[in-house]
């Protein structure tokens, strides 16, 4: 059973950063195509970044230049780096995993940006 563990969020004041990661278990996360969404109170949930099993890596126009996606198949692992945070940032941030037809996410950790 593959499992997603986030952690990292946190309250945070506009303009300053913060690293989320994802803790992959159960199965070799460099198999995977892996993404972070958010889901901002009212709002549907939305595709922030995500990153290939080869590493590419694909951003939502709002998040380009601030946000970055990266991977450690080393340590089974996916991060966000996430920089000059707005408030329009804050939401609920999940890991999610895709991989031939099965799809698995994480419970979600919360970022607070207060401006």
């Known amino acids: 059973q593959v499992q997603l563990v986030e952690s990292g969020g946190d309250l945070v004041q506009a303009g300053g950063s913060l690293r989320l990661s994802c803790a992959v278990s159960?199965?070799?996360?460099?198999?995977?195509?892996m993404a972070w969404y958010r889901q901002a109170p009212g709002k549907q949930r939305e595709l922030v970044t995500s990153i290939t099993s080869s590493g590419t890596t694909n951003s939502a126009d709002s998040v380009k230049g601030r946000f970055t996606i990266s991977r450690d198949n080393a340590k089974n692992s996916v991060y966000l780096q996430m920089n000059n945070l707005k408030a329009e940032d804050t939401a609920v941030y999940y890991c999610?995993?895709?991989?031939?037809?099965?799809?698995?996410w994480g419970r979600g950790t919360l970022v607070t940006v207060s401006s």
């Open positions: 999610n995993a895709d991989y031939m037809g099965n799809s698995y």
């Open positions: 159960g199965s070799s996360a460099s198999l995977y195509h």
